[in-house]
């Protein structure tokens, strides 16, 4: 195995338990920020589709089993995961693919709407099956918008963080 | 049959996405359809430990409070206590139906629709599904999973919690159920309009249901007639605070299961 994926299996589960013990807990009102899905939005862009697929519906699931949510996680993560590169051509035009992204480098908005998209609609599936009941829509609703705006902004400050470390 | 093969070879990513799709929606509609029988629980070994570290961190944050309550309970028993008398209890004792496991809740959780909280005991120390869980305050929801060490609980804060409680005063029976706004109100259904329910009027366990008869569960706070005007659509305040638990008892009624037995038999056993 080489470095990379090494450190992969460590962010992963790093960010698991990240999101259980500590964002679960940062709870505003009823709207937990879902910090996880960074592990999605900052996988490596060449890599095989299919890994891909299968680590991100491994992530959701590992997720179900601690918040004993059957498999509401697993098709949220196994969806974005699959509509990733729409959401990287979109934010970053067409060239995404011939040049790695940096996203220290990338500007601002740019960044914010591939983890938008990403986040979004990761929570908009995830409390759709939660309640499983369409009388909950608008709760569905209003909790995807919110504990969206929670996520990415969540998930912006430590990219930033992060990165900056890094240089 | 070549091109069949090599369509389905470029296609692979999204047979294989929809497989894994195909899998999470299976779990969740599982889980939404059958609760005891969930493949996907807390109630095993690797997070109930993880769940469980951590809550020897929090306990201690907790203590005083805890204690206090402890300390109240052991007040009222022993009140309670020395009202029988003494010789009678002790020949009754081998008839009592009901057992108490007592656990500790390692996970709560009572934000969402669907709240499933984690208590550190499991078939090992004998408990099953259906099981009641209450506090000294009052209930707090029923086994759903259960793991070797841990067990999984379907608070009565879940969207498709429903739990057999009467009126203390006149024991009309109702179903307790939550429509998923405050978790500090429930609402209580099936009252018929001669019940007369009013304001601050206590609702307890009822008499045919996994739960000792006569638990407190809480006190209404508004009650009206629906538009058919034969049921009473009443809210219910809890008397648990469901955001603070720490300890509970698992109710084991042993007279349950006959009863069960009784109306249902089962020519498997």
């Given at each position: 195995?080489?470095?990379?994926v090494?450190?992969?299996?460590?962010?992963?589960?790093?960010l698991?338990l990240?999101?259980?013990?500590?964002?679960?807990?940062?709870?505003?009102?009823?709207y937990?920020?879902?910090v996880?899905?960074?592990?999605?939005?900052?996988?490596?862009?060449?890599?095989?589709?299919?890994?891909?697929?299968?680590?991100?519906?491994?992530?959701?699931?590992?997720?179900?089993?601690?918040?004993?949510?059957g498999?509401?996680?697993?098709?949220?993560?196994?969806?974005?995961?699959?509509?990733?590169?729409?959401?990287?051509?979109?934010s970053?035009?067409?060239?995404?693919?011939?040049?790695?992204?940096?996203?220290?480098?990338?500007?601002?908005a740019?960044?914010?709407?591939?983890?938008?998209?990403?986040?979004?609609?990761h929570?908009?599936?995830?409390?759709l099956?939660e309640?499983?009941?369409?009388?909950?829509?608008l709760?569905?609703?209003?909790?995807?918008?919110?504990?969206s705006?929670?996520t990415?902004?969540l998930c912006?400050v430590?990219?930033?963080?992060f990165?900056?470390?890094?240089? | 049959?070549?091109q069949?093969?090599?369509y389905?070879?470029?296609?692979?990513?999204f047979?294989?996405?929809?497989?894994l799709l195909?899998?999470?929606?299976?779990?969740?509609?599982?889980s939404?359809?059958y609760?005891?029988?969930?493949?996907?629980?807390?109630?095993n070994d690797?997070?109930?430990?993880?769940?469980?570290s951590?809550?020897?961190?929090?306990e201690?944050?907790?203590?005083?409070?805890?204690?206090?309550?402890?300390?109240?309970?052991?007040?009222?028993?022993?009140?309670?206590?020395?009202?029988?008398?003494?010789?009678s209890?002790?020949?009754?004792?081998?008839?009592?139906?009901?057992?108490?496991i007592?656990a500790?809740?390692?996970e709560?959780?009572?934000?969402?629709?669907?709240n499933?909280?984690v208590?550190?005991?499991?078939?090992?120390?004998g408990?099953?599904?259906?099981?009641?869980?209450?506090?000294?305050?009052?209930?707090?929801?029923?086994?759903?999973?259960?793991g070797?060490?841990?067990?999984?609980?379907?608070?009565v804060?879940?969207?498709?919690?429903?739990?057999?409680?009467?009126l203390?005063?006149?024991?009309?029976i109702?179903?307790?159920?939550w429509?998923?706004?405050?978790p500090f109100?429930v609402?209580?259904?099936?009252?018929?309009?001669?019940?007369?329910?009013k304001?601050n009027?206590?609702?307890v366990?009822g008499?045919?249901?996994?739960?000792?008869?006569?638990?407190n569960?809480?006190k209404?706070?508004?009650?009206?007639l629906?538009?058919?005007?034969?049921?009473?659509?009443v809210?219910?305040?809890?008397f648990?605070?469901?955001?603070?638990?720490?300890?509970?008892?698992?109710?084991?009624?042993?007279?349950?299961?006959?009863v069960?037995?009784?109306?249902?038999?089962d020519?498997?056993?």
């Amino acid at each position: 195995m080489n470095k990379e994926v090494v450190l992969r299996i460590l962010f992963f589960i790093l960010l698991v338990l990240l999101q259980v013990l500590v964002f679960s807990n940062m709870r505003i009102g009823a709207y937990v920020p879902y910090v996880y899905v960074l592990f999605i939005i900052l996988f490596p862009i060449k890599s095989d589709r299919a890994i891909f697929l299968l680590s991100s519906f491994l992530l959701g699931l590992s997720l179900d089993f601690f918040f004993s949510s059957g498999g509401v996680h697993a098709a949220a993560c196994t969806i974005i995961a699959y509509i990733r590169p729409q959401a990287l051509k979109f934010s970053f035009g067409r060239s995404y693919e011939f040049q790695t992204i940096k996203l220290s480098k990338v500007s601002i908005a740019a960044k914010l709407a591939y983890f938008s998209i990403l986040v979004v609609i990761h929570h908009l599936v995830l409390f759709l099956l939660e309640t499983f009941n369409l009388s909950f829509i608008l709760f569905s609703l209003k909790n995807t918008l919110f504990s969206s705006i929670y996520t990415v902004l969540l998930c912006l400050v430590l990219v930033t963080l992060f990165s900056k470390r890094k240089e | 049959m070549q091109q069949v093969i090599s369509y389905l070879l470029k296609k692979k990513n999204f047979l294989f996405f929809i497989l894994l799709l195909g899998i999470s929606l299976a779990l969740t509609i599982q889980s939404h359809r059958y609760h005891k029988s969930k493949f996907i629980s807390a109630a095993n070994d690797i997070t109930g430990g993880l769940y469980e570290s951590v809550n020897h961190v929090n306990e201690f944050i907790n203590l005083d409070n805890y204690n206090e309550r402890l300390l109240k309970e052991n007040a009222r028993l022993r009140k309670e206590l020395s009202n029988y008398n003494f010789h009678s209890t002790v020949n009754d004792l081998k008839e009592v139906p009901y057992e108490f496991i007592p656990a500790k809740l390692i996970e709560n959780s009572f934000h969402k629709k669907n709240n499933i909280l984690v208590i550190n005991k499991g078939a090992k120390h004998g408990v099953t599904t259906d099981m009641g869980v209450i506090t000294t305050n009052g209930i707090v929801g029923v086994i759903e999973n259960v793991g070797e060490n841990y067990s999984t609980v379907l608070s009565v804060l879940h969207i498709q919690s429903q739990i057999n409680v009467q009126l203390k005063k006149t024991n009309h029976i109702g179903s307790l159920l939550w429509n998923g706004e405050s978790p500090f109100i429930v609402q209580l259904e099936d009252i018929t309009k001669v019940a007369s329910v009013k304001v601050n009027d206590t609702i307890v366990t009822g008499n045919y249901s996994i739960f000792p008869q006569g638990i407190n569960v809480g006190k209404v706070i508004k009650a009206a007639l629906d538009q058919t005007q034969n049921y009473f659509d009443v809210e219910v305040e809890l008397f648990n605070d469901m955001s603070n638990i720490g300890y509970v008892y698992v109710v084991n009624n042993k007279a349950l299961k006959e009863v069960n037995q009784l109306l249902n038999p089962d020519p498997n056993e």
